[in-house]
């Protein structure tokens, strides 16, 4: 994400304010799609996997949309 220059204040608020655009089960953790802005209203995607037994949010990876 550094590459693309996201930053975790830019995920958090893609997360937040964010809508899941997919959902999927590739093998073993399922996935999700988080289409957003961040606060400068740059429009990105990010992918997580959320653990259901914990309150804890993995990233993926993240892209501007």
Do not use: H
Not at 16 to 44: H, K, Y
Request: overall charge neutral; aromatic content about 4%.
């Amino acid at each position: 994400m550094r590459e693309r220059g996201i930053t975790r204040l830019d995920v958090r608020a893609v997360l937040q304010r964010g809508a899941v655009v997919r959902v999927e089960q590739p093998r073993f953790d399922e996935t999700w799609n988080v289409r957003g802005r961040d606060g400068d209203g740059r429009p990105l995607e990010i992918v997580v996997v959320a653990r259901d037994d914990a309150l804890i949010v993995t990233v993926i990876t993240a892209w501007e949309a």
